[in-house]
């Protein structure tokens, strides 16, 4: 059952498209990869999809209700959560600060301190540091924080944005895991990423987006041996 369509979207930044039209489907408990170059609309897409920016054609359903017009700041509420591009941690805060920020939806005070025990079990690092300013945390526990941020709303949708962007590959392959325990969890995984075969690699589906354009669809094992797939994205 899908949780999350997307149909006909259409996205403008002033007189430039940047979707054309574009429909796909999230299903229940799966991750779906979204490929493509730089300037392809990924961003653009997931921004829609949250809230963070206004579509001018096209509908999102969620969970079989429209969610089209409605703010991201509602849409935490109702279970999907933005990892955005660049991690965009609060950095002058503690790293338990940007933690509970990210649970503001919720009112269950033990709830919320059941989810904290399970995200530091999640990411042991956190703990260590969690009275550490954000800032002066490295790129891959930026990035894990991102992470455990979002799952603290309780998410049963999370959207993350270039997940691996300028990690060591040490912390990239510790992302990808993370990513797939997350999964495992029950939570469904949109995956916007610029390294194709590691999103495909854990991926159940896979879009592949050409200038505002869904191009390529299917099963991500066989959009990883497409040749066209391979040469535009997944050469060394």
Known sequence: MAILEVKDLEVYYGVIQAIKGISFEVNQGEIIALIGANGAG????????????????????????????????????????????????????????????????????????????????????LEERKNQMAGTLSGGEQQMLAMGRALMSHPKLIVMDEPSMGLSPLYVNEIFDIIQKINADGVTVL??????????????????????????????????????????????
């Open 42 to 125: 990924k961003t653009t897409t997931l921004q829609t999809i949250t809230g963070l920016i206004p579509s001018k054609a096209g509908t999102i359903t969620y969970e079989g209700q429209d969610i089209t017009k409605i703010p991201g700041y509602k849409l935490v509420g109702m279970g999907i959560a933005h990892v955005p591009e660049g991690r965009r941690v609060f950095a002058e805060l503690s790293v338990l600060q940007n933690l509970k920020l990210g649970a503001y939806t919720r009112n269950d005070k033990n709830e919320m301190e059941e989810t904290l025990k399970m995200i530091y079990e999640r990411f042991p690092r």
């Open 191 to 236: 995956l916007v990423e610029q390294n194709a075969k590691k999103a495909l690699s854990i991926a159940n589906r896979a879009y592949v987006l050409e200038t505002g354009k869904i191009a390529l669809s299917g099963d991500a094992k066989d959009l990883m041996n497409d040749d066209s797939v391979k040469k535009a994205y997944l050469s060394e």
